[in-house]
């Protein structure tokens, strides 16, 4: 899409700097409506010392690893620009959500005094400033751009309640050029940044719905069940649905259905389900105007719930069996008596530390000859910015966009169901990792923020960056006179978002021959479904229950930058060919070619990796060729797993996520189309505010500012070994960027991890390990080494009123 | 295809087992023709102390890694049964070499002394054993198979040279029983197990043909590159070319090439083709029937010598640019200047050493709940066998069958090769493996050995078993409660093969969740093409070189038996529906299905990944389903990389590999289809020893004993990423086999290498390790620590005459 007139925030008003001192500038904000002490009632966490727990949010926590001679973390490093992708200052943000106080007009209400009649602040982060101003600061020395916040407001003292998305600023916050306006420009739809909110009333649909209908019921749940969904204390059931909500012929319909309450931690919920369902009209705000449309059992539909009791009682329905709680729903290990395996399994070691600088400050990274910066945000987590080799950008962003999980299902629940999951967000659920086992022990950690009712939540050790040598060298030759191998030796930068029932991992790791590669692995609970419908959507893996079938596809953003801006994409086939040559006297031969051309523009621009992948995809600069005349390019080629979605045309998802269609699309960059989706795309799936479709305008992709859009994903059915939580080694999806005549030869020539061993008669004649370090060291291995009892969870810091010196733990997740 | 009477050899007279004690059976058998001092005349290597030697022939020198508490090897442990794969004993070979010397109707020749009209033993080994017989043994406690030598004859007296095969047997011999027979029922092709011989002459076209037509050219090749071809000491020129010879018409025809030879013993040959051309009538054994038919330079084709010569000299034929020797051409590091580089990377260690089982002499493995037995051959190198979980077999064989490396340009010599590389064998090229390269330093290293030429060589430390720790946990989950998560270690095995330019690493792995993988990766010198012929086939990665385009596929032979033998293919697709549901109010809705599916016959049974990976392919036996009705199956899954040839009904390999055409074939098992592909498919293209289509003949595969073959490929064209070398992380190809509905649960629930953290308010309130090992104990880290000027090399023990005392050091490569 082409949009002449962009209000680009970055190039708005940079020379407005506001200059207020911080402290100043918090205390002269207006205080909340509410006093302090009530504004604590419902804190779950306890308050601490704060100077261990200043410690803990400085992100060193984790220095003294002992599985090394030498137990340095990454050294330290100055970034050689700002990160400008970071997120808001602490006080940024406080002056901020002070500020948006002080605007009457908005008459926001602090969120734990909320209603549901009330207005709110659900998001104050940093708005990532437009590429153009960006490349014009870091490349072209240009002045940093100007910060905004990014603010999401929850109007709901309206008949209509909606989402708004709001440019804050500029930053710092200053009397004579604070200000707000609608954030619609980055959003395909244009209504001021605003969207409708359709779980508005998500607590009365709780008490004066979900619960009520429950209670209707209960004779039938506790004579099925022994137990009642009621919203009890001793409720042993709970009750709720698809997402999104069916949205057709202007009414808003749910399918919601019971699910068995675990009895312990383990939150095996969605793997009781309990096979009785109910479709309601929750259309507008009334609950006295919502209507209970029917219930579905044994996949008998009852339009009343007059006729199920009678139908029910009447005995000619079966008591279907239920799903319950048992080791086959608990994490721990089981039956485990394996030979040898309570001795140490291999464990990798950094014997010197950490081999590779960062800027703890900024986020910065340099490691071999690959430099980039982190951002984190709300929506997707960790985004990676101006990624480089040897100071030449490759990507200028490269991150998660959206993740979708398409269930299907003889059920009106699983069937309902299309999660869109920034809709919940995947930064709220990056949670702290567990060294030794999401990350090596040795790796460096970062903290990671985001901001929640009127809060700033840290996830503490959240993302990890480490090297690791793969159990293969990346290049060997032998013959009878000599052998040469090099060293495996990768970075990786890594994140687990648990939204939910589900643990996406998101590695993005880093090659001595220059590739890059991004990949997704999934484990956790699977989403099951009552087995009542038969077997067209799933396998039968236990009593009654159904692994729900499911596909996975995650978007990700990869904008390359191959020797600057102006780029095109090539595509190079491998083709049969039936052909005559100069030699071949005259008879045509049965042999192959390559065959090339260029994705001319959008409008040919969504494809798929070719069948038997048969075919290259490269990046090139049509006017930077290498001395051969080859265009320096990266190539994107599939690693692993499945890539589009299966449904055509979803009913649940309308035009939410078209991103979901193809394997590969290719867009022009626009600062205006930032982001393939919007995290509340599920509020209004007919004209969502990102409609990826109409990316797609017949814009040329020759020597243009060129974005990849990628799909990672895995079709989902789950059978027994998913049981009790998906296994990360068959669930996986992964992308490679590769160089391909970008360099003069392979990059890894450039370690000195290798050797040659030249041999003869049966002895070496030399042993060349090229500088490599060699001398001993004692390692002192202290299994399960990392003390696993300083595991804490997510840091909260008040932001209204700020209370910087009373921060307290609390971690908060989906289940 | 079926054969109602089939000569089996297991069957045949397995209760005639000889008696004779071996050394009596040695010495008792004719002596060669030849004085022994003469047979020593070629022997590169020097004899050495035989006590060291014997030590490496154990196998055991790798016992003092120093990366561990503990240092211990894998555990010595006594397999269930014999290894009737694991190849003759030198006893046997030695009996079995002199029985055929004493059979004077063979007319053969010990091979150092044979000429081109002598007849010659290529390969003396086991010949592995009937399925069936094997089962029988076992499964069912029957005698342990009759054992045969497959013996190749290389039958040169005659103007027809053929090869041929043959069993000798049965072993140990005994004059009573001892015989040979043709070796004719495991191929397909029914000629008494002859094959021709196209390399007969192999001595006599280097010198009457190849050199002198290098000869004939000598002033314009001193004039183009300063050198000869011309079998001189000081040539500087190498000659060779296609791979198969053009066998059309009754004719065998050549087209060879002048290459710059390497001046240093990095062997980048392939890397310096030099642009001219000729092709050759070699019909016939008659070198003075042989005829020049050609020439071609710079795309343009002569007819003669002379015509060429006299282009050349008038000057109007342009004097294209060399490839030569440079950096680009040799794998030591180059600008190797890397920030941290010269620290050590992170390394893996075995604290607790091997935590499997070994039978040293059966070359049985024991890991966690899997077993198997590793074979070794000639032609394919490693193959597992009889591969079990918690004692039922999945697997009863998995290997590789057939190498394909199919090159197109727009030469005739690139255009013309299609190496078929069990032709030269990866078993002779499967050398010595480099410690803390090619895999960890803690590695148990296995010896493997082969037949050549009267001797068998021993590669020392060839294959390697180790255990590994993946960067990434096999599971994981958490909640605001808890998080939990379990170690990834798995196991491999693994050999390498160069065969060539080319080293193919071939890595079986076993995982927790009862996953088995099988991967191929390829790193070495491409093979290139001079740049003449433009860009249809290549990149142009040096100053007048083409990366020559090659589809690799690399077919794998993999023998499930489910649950028993009676096994059937399931196919299970996902499709997009549009589907009407009792509650969706008579409207239908846009959704996704499965489509199950059974693989009839053979029929229906050769089919390619479906796009989008949309299919699961499952390995069931219909009879056996879990507790909740469904199959127990193992899932088959594309992990990485392309499969099928692109080429379509290649004019090199005609009926040679049609084996390669598609992903995944089935057939039915037959004692008589052992293998894919013959290693001389390449000499008779047209109607080849093996030829795969045949395999498919309608039979019912409906639980039936299945083989499954399956293709492993990389569609390469060479970027000037692959110079000096290919690099593993790129060339890459892998297959799954994942349990389905097999278990209850994950098996990765039975390792106790997990954790658990409960946590609440900042603290951890429970920490569960599960009774993993935690003491402390102190590694002594030693980098680059295994001592490399240990590698050795092959070892070789004369067979004929018998000289076990004398064993000596030398190693053949191809280059």
Redesign the interface.
């Known amino acids: 899409m082409r949009i002449s007139t962009l209000p680009s925030p970055g190039a708005a008003s940079s020379a407005l700097l506001g200059l207020l001192a911080s402290a100043e500038l918090i205390y002269a904000l207006p205080q909340p409506k509410v006093p302090a002490r009530m504004q604590w009632a419902h804190n779950?966490?306890?308050k601490?010392a704060r100077n261990a727990?200043r410690q803990s949010l400085e992100g060193r926590s984790y220095s003294n690893v002992s599985v090394a001679?030498?137990t340095s973390q990454a050294?330290s490093i100055t970034a050689p620009s700002d990160n400008v992708w970071a997120g808001l200052t602490d006080i940024e943000a406080v002056s901020v959500v002070s500020w948006l106080f002080g605007q009457s007009s908005l008459n926001l209400t602090a969120t734990e005094n909320a209603t549901e009649w009330d207005n709110t602040i659900l998001l104050v982060e940093l708005q990532i400033p437009n590429k153009t101003d960006v490349v014009a600061h870091i490349d072209g020395g240009g002045p940093s751009p100007t910060r905004y916040a990014h603010v999401v407001l929850d109007h709901r003292s309206t008949e209509e309640p909606y989402y708004q998305d709001l440019l804050v600023g500029p930053l710092p916050l200053n009397d004579a050029t604070a200000g707000y306006q609608p954030l619609e420009y980055p959003y395909t739809r244009k209504t001021a940044g605003k969207v409708r909110n359709l779980d508005a009333d998500a607590d009365t649909l709780s008490t004066e719905w979900l619960y009520k209908v429950g209670a209707s019921v209960a004779d039938i749940t506790l004579d099925l069940w022994n137990g009642t969904g009621m919203g009890l204390d001793n409720d042993t059931l709970d009750i709720w649905g698809i997402d999104p909500l069916w949205q057709d012929d202007g009414r808003i319909i749910r399918?919601d259905m019971f699910w068995q309450l675990p009895s312990n931690?383990f939150?095996a919920e969605t793997l009781m389900p309990l096979g009785l369902?109910f479709?309601s009209d929750v259309t507008g705000r009334d609950p006295s105007q919502w209507k209970l449309e029917?219930w579905?059992y044994d996949?008998?539909?009852y339009e009343t719930t007059e006729a199920f009791r009678t139908a029910y009682w009447s005995g000619a329905v079966p008591k279907l069996a239920a799903n319950t709680e048992g080791?086959?729903t608990e994490?721990?290990?089981?039956?485990?008596?394996?030979?040898?395996?309570?001795?140490?399994?291999?464990?990798?070691?950094?014997?010197?530390?950490s081999?590779?600088?960062v800027d703890y400050e900024r986020k910065y990274v340099?490691w071999?000859?690959f430099s980039f910066y982190i951002g984190f945000s709300r929506d997707v987590g960790v985004t990676l910015y101006d990624i480089k080799y040897q100071g030449q950008r490759i990507l200028y962003e490269l991150g998660l966009q959206e993740a979708l999980a398409?269930y299907?299902g003889?059920?009106?629940v699983q069937?309902g169901t299309s999660y869109l999951d920034t809709f919940y967000g995947f930064g709220p659920y990056a949670?702290?990792l567990?060294p030794?086992?999401?990350?090596?022990e040795?790796a460096t950690y970062f903290n990671s923020t985001f901001y929640v009712d009127e809060t700033t939540h840290t996830h503490l050790n959240s993302i990890c960056l480490?090297?690791?040598?793969a159990?293969?060298?990346?290049?060997?030759?032998?013959?009878?006179?000599?052998?040469?191998?090099?060293?495996?030796?990768f970075f990786?930068v890594?994140s687990?978002s648990?939204v939910g029932n589900y643990?996406y991992?998101f590695?993005y790791s880093f090659?001595l021959?220059?590739?890059i590669t991004a990949e997704v692995?999934a484990?956790?609970?699977i989403q099951s479904a009552y087995y009542t419908t038969g077997?067209?959507?799933?396998?039968?893996?236990?009593?009654a229950l159904s692994g729900s079938?499911h596909?996975h596809v995650l978007n990700f953003k990869a904008d390359f930058d191959i020797l600057g801006t102006a780029n095109s994409i090539q595509r190079?086939k491998?083709?049969?060919v039936s052909r005559v040559?100069?030699?071949?006297n005259g008879k045509a031969?049965?042999?192959?070619?390559?065959e090339?051309s260029f994705v001319a523009s959008e409008d040919e621009s969504r494809f798929?990796w070719a069948?038997?992948?048969?075919e290259?995809v490269l990046v090139v600069n049509k006017d930077e060729t290498?001395k051969?005349?080859?265009y320096r390019a990266y190539r994107v080629l599939p690693?692993?797993?499945?890539?589009?979605l299966?449904?055509?045309?979803?009913?649940?998802l309308v035009n939410a996520a078209h991103w979901a269609e193809y394997?590969i699309q290719v867009t022009r960059q626009h600062d205006h189309e930032p982001r393939a989706a919007h995290s509340y795309n599920s509020q209004d799936v007919h004209d969502p505010p990102i409609n990826f479709d109409t990316f797609f305008d017949g814009e040329s992709l020759n020597q243009e500012d060129l974005v990849m859009w990628l799909n990672l994903g895995m079709?989902h059915?789950p059978?027994?070994?998913?049981?009790?939580?998906?296994?990360?080694?068959?669930a996986h999806a992964g992308v490679?960027f590769?160089?391909?005549?970008?360099?003069?030869?392979?990059?890894?020539?450039?370690?000195?991890?290798?050797?040659?061993?030249?041999?003869?008669?049966?002895?070496?004649t030399a042993?060349?390990?090229?500088?490599?370090?060699?001398?001993?060291?004692?390692?002192?291995?202290?299994?399960?080494e990392y003390d696993?009892?300083?595991?804490?969870?997510d840091?909260v810091v008040r932001k209204f009123p700020y209370d910087p010196n009373n921060p307290?733990?609390e971690?908060?997740?989906i289940?």
């Open positions: 779950r966490g306890k601490i727990l001679c030498s050294a399918w931690f939150d369902y479709k029917g579905l996949n008998v539909f080791s086959w994490t721990d290990p089981q039956d485990a008596n394996m030979p040898y395996d309570s001795n140490y399994p291999p464990k990798t070691i950094a014997p010197s530390g081999r590779f600088g340099e071999m000859e398409h299907a003889g059920d009106p069937s949670f702290e567990i030794g086992y999401d990350c090596p040795y480490f090297e690791f040598s159990d293969y060298p990346i290049q060997r030759h032998s013959t009878s006179d000599y052998v040469s191998g090099t060293k495996n030796t990786s890594r687990v648990t643990d991992m590695t090659y021959d220059g590739s692995r484990s956790g609970y077997s067209d959507f799933g396998f039968k893996i236990q009593e079938m596909d190079v491998n083709v049969p040559f100069p030699w071949s031969r049965n042999t192959m070619q390559l090339r798929n069948p038997n992948i048969a290259q290498n051969w005349g080859e690693m692993s797993g499945a890539m589009h299966t449904v055509k045309n979803s009913s649940n394997d079709h059915v059978h027994t070994g998913d049981l009790p939580n998906t296994v990360f080694t068959t490679q590769m160089p391909s005549n970008y360099f003069d030869i392979d990059q890894s020539r450039r370690t000195v991890n290798a050797v040659r061993i030249n041999y003869a008669d049966g002895a070496a042993v060349d390990t090229f500088g490599q370090k060699d001398a001993t060291c004692a390692v002192d291995f202290t299994p399960v696993l009892w300083g595991y804490k969870g840091v307290y733990y971690t908060d997740s289940v």
